[in-house]
C-alpha cells in the first residue's frame, strides 16, 4: 500500500473515530434540554446482592442523572455488607447501575429502554448481580489456528428461551493461538460468527472479503445456537472456510457541512432483512466523493441506511433506507441522500389542586417527568391511503423519551417520521396524567390525541403539544390469588367503568405481576374501574408486546371480558388501596 493512501485510510480513521466518541458523549444529550435545580442534596442508597443474596462488597456503583448531559455522575462502592450511600444528588430522574468484574446486571438484561427502572433521591433500592456466562473457543481454517480475525456473538432468546431482536454485538479477536473469550455474558441463546474485525482496523486483512462462517462451520440460516445459563463455561469452536463473497457500494448525498468546528462525517449501516440484524457499519471516503464499500457479503436482501450527527445543533440527518437483493454479482451505483428527520415541541402543565397533600415533589415535579414518544404503524382505516415516510427496519418501533426542564418545555429531536403515541411516566406519587392535547383543539379532538397517534413528515417541526398533569392520584397494591391453571406473572389490567370511559385510553392501566402474585399501579386517576388479570402476552421481540394503551383491539377484548366479570375497584383522589385480593380467571372463548 502506497504511504498516501495509508495517510488517507489513517486521517479517515481518526475521524471516524472522533466522530463517534462525540456522538457517544452527546447523543442522550440531544433528545433532552433538562433544567436542573442547583440544590444537591439528595441522597439515593441501598445494596448489591449476588443471586443467592449475599453481599458483594466492592462492587461500583454509578447514579446517572437521566436527561442532563453536564451533570457529573454520582459513584461510590459498596462496602463489606453489600450496601452503598449516593448523596449530592439534585432533583430529577436517575439511572443507577453497579458492575464488578465477571458479573453482570439483571437490569441489563432487557433491550427496551422502557424496560429500566428509574430513581428519584430519597429512594432505595437492592441491585442483584448475576455471574456472567463464558462462551471461548478456537477458530481454525485449512491450514491451522487463525490470528486475528474477528469473532462476533450476539444473543437471540432470553433465559426463558423467548425469541429477540438482534441485540448488542460482542467483538473480540482471536490472539496468538486462534483463541477468544467472551465472558460477562447475560443467561440466553446466542450465534457466534467469525469474519473480519470490525473494531479499531484500518488497515486491509486476510479476512476482509469472505463470506462470515457461523458456528460450528455454517451459514447464518444454519447456524447453531449456543445455550448460557448462569456462571456457564462452553467452549464453542469455529471451523472457518474462507469462501468470497460480494460487494456493495455507492455514495453518499446531501452532507451537511454546518457541523460546528468539527464536521462529523457521515457512517452507513447495513441491516439483513431477514433477521433485522446489522452487519456492518462503514464510513466514507471524502477524497472519493463521500464513496462508501461493504464487502464479505453473501447472497440474501440487505437494507442500507445512512446517518450524519451535527455536533453543534445535535441534529441527526438521515437518509430513507434502500433495500437492494445480491445475487451472485456486487451491487453498486448506489445514493443514499441525506435529510432532516422530524421534530415535536410540547409543554407540560403542572395542576396542582389545594385540598389536596398527596402530589409529592411539586417543584421539582418537571424534571421528574419522562415524556416518551414511541412509534408504531397504525392500521389504515378503510378506503384510507396514508403518506408514510419510509423508515429504516432499525426504527421501525421507535421510542424515545425526553425530560422537562424546570418551566416545563421538552423537545424531542431527530424523530424517524410516522405516528407516534406521547406517554408521560416516571413523575412521583400522587400525580397522574389527565390530558395530552395539541392546540386550541376541541375535547374530542385533544381524546383523540391520546387514544390515536401524533403525526410528523421528516423534516417537520410540529409546536403546541401540550401535556398535563394533575394531583390526587391513586395508588392500588395486591395480589393476585392463585387460580386453577394460572399462568406465571399475569397481567393485570385496570379499566374505566364510567360511560363512555373507553373513549379515554389514559385511564387504561397496566402493570406485570411479580412472581409471587403481588402487583403495583401507581399514577392511577382517581374514578370507577373494573379490574382483571389475565396471561402475558409471549409474543416474540421481533414485535413488542401489546400494550392496552397502544392496541385498540386488545383495549376492547380485556374491557369487554372485565364488564363480563365484574370486579370493580372505585378509588378516591389520593387513596391508597394496600392489600387488594384479585383472583385469577383464564379468559374463555
Request: with cysteine.
Amino acid at each position: 500500500m502506497s504511504p498516501p493512501i495509508l495517510a488517507q485510510r489513517l486521517l479517515l480513521f481518526c475521524l471516524l473515530t472522533a466522530a463517534s466518541l462525540l456522538f457517544a458523549a452527546k447523543s442522550h444529550a440531544q433528545q433532552s434540554n433538562a433544567g436542573s435545580s442547583d440544590k444537591t442534596t439528595g441522597t439515593i442508597t441501598g445494596r448489591v446482592i449476588n443471586s443467592t443474596g449475599e453481599p458483594l462488597a466492592g462492587a461500583s456503583v454509578s447514579a446517572y442523572q437521566v436527561g442532563r448531559s453536564n451533570g457529573r455522575p454520582g459513584m461510590t462502592t459498596a462496602d463489606n455488607r453489600g450496601e452503598f450511600k449516593i448523596d449530592g444528588l439534585a432533583p430529577g430522574i436517575y439511572s443507577v447501575s453497579a458492575s464488578l468484574p465477571g458479573y453482570i446486571s439483571l437490569q441489563n438484561m432487557f433491550f427496551t429502554r422502557d424496560a429500566i427502572t428509574y430513581y428519584h433521591p430519597g429512594d432505595s433500592l437492592t441491585i442483584t448481580l448475576i455471574k456472567g456466562a463464558v462462551i471461548t473457543g478456537k477458530v481454525t481454517g485449512a491450514d491451522g489456528a487463525l490470528v486475528g480475525i474477528g469473532v462476533f456473538a450476539t444473543r437471540v432468546r432470553d433465559g426463558e428461551g423467548k425469541k429477540l431482536v438482534a441485540g448488542q454485538r460482542y467483538e473480540k479477536r482471536t490472539d496468538d493461538r486462534g483463541v477468544f473469550r467472551f465472558y460477562g455474558l447475560a443467561p440466553g441463546s446466542y450465534i457466534l460468527w467469525a469474519a473480519k474485525p470490525s473494531f479499531g482496523t484500518i488497515l486491509p486483512s486476510a479476512y476482509d472479503n469472505d463470506v462470515p462462517t457461523y458456528y460450528p462451520s455454517a451459514t447464518r440460516d444454519t447456524a447453531a445456537e449456543i445455550g448460557a445459563r448462569d456462571g456457564d463455561e462452553i467452549t464453542a469452536d469455529i471451523h472457518y472456510w474462507a469462501e468470497s463473497g460480494h460487494a456493495v457500494s455507492g455514495r453518499v448525498a446531501k452532507i451537511s457541512n454546518g457541523g460546528g468546528p468539527y464536521v462529523n462525517q457521515p457512517s452507513i449501516s447495513i441491516f439483513n432483512i431477514r433477521n433485522r440484524a446489522e452487519i456492518q457499519s462503514t464510513g466514507v471516503d471524502e477524497s472519493a466523493n463521500f464513496a462508501f464499500s461493504f464487502y464479505g457479503l453473501p447472497d440474501g436482501e440487505y437494507e442500507l441506511t445512512a446517518g450524519q450527527y451535527l455536533s453543534s445543533s445535535g441534529e441527526q440527518l438521515k437518509s430513507a433506507p434502500q433495500r437492494v437483493t445480491i445475487r451472485g454479482a456486487d451491487v453498486t451505483g448506489i445514493t443514499l441522500s441525506l435529510a432532516q428527520q422530524a421534530a415535536i415541541d410540547g409543554q407540560l402543565i403542572i395542576e396542582i389542586d389545594p385540598k389536596l397533600q398527596c402530589g409529592k415533589r411539586k417543584n421539582s415535579l418537571p424534571q421528574e417527568t419522562m415524556v416518551w414518544a414511541r412509534r408504531y404503524e397504525p392500521p389504515p382505516n378503510a378506503g384510507e391511503t396514508k403518506t408514510v415516510d419510509p423508515v429504516s427496519l432499525s426504527a421501525t418501533n421507535y421510542a424515545t423519551f425526553v425530560i422537562a426542564d424546570a418551566k416545563g418545555s421538552f423537545s424531542f429531536k431527530n424523530l424517524p417520521g410516522g405516528s407516534y403515541r406521547i406517554d408521560p411516566s416516571g413523575f412521583p406519587e400522587g400525580w397522574y396524567v389527565r390530558s395530552i392535547s395539541k392546540g386550541p383543539n376541541s375535547a374530542a379532538a385533544n381524546a383523540a390525541i391520546a387514544r390515536e397517534d401524533v403525526s410528523v413528515r421528516n423534516g417537520e417541526h410540529l409546536t403546541g403539544l401540550t401535556v398535563t398533569i394533575s394531583e390526587g392520584a391513586a395508588q392500588l397494591r395486591g395480589r393476585v390469588s392463585a387460580g386453577e391453571n394460572m399462568p406465571p406473572r399475569p397481567v393485570v389490567y385496570l379499566l374505566p367503568a364510567e360511560a363512555n370511559g373507553a373513549e379515554n385510553v389514559l385511564r387504561f392501566y397496566e402493570v406485570r405481576a411479580e412472581a409471587d402474585g403481588t402487583f403495583k399501579l401507581n399514577n392511577v386517576a382517581p374514578g370507577n374501574y373494573w379490574i382483571v388479570a389475565q396471561p402475558f402476552d409471549e409474543s416474540d421481540a421481533i414485535m413488542p408486546p401489546k400494550s392496552i394503551r397502544r392496541d385498540a383491539t386488545v383495549r376492547a377484548q380485556v374491557l369487554h371480558y372485565a364488564e363480563t366479570m365484574k370486579k370493580p375497584v372505585t378509588l378516591k383522589p389520593c387513596e391508597q388501596v394496600l392489600d387488594f385480593n384479585l383472583p385469577f380467571s383464564a379468559r374463555t372463548p
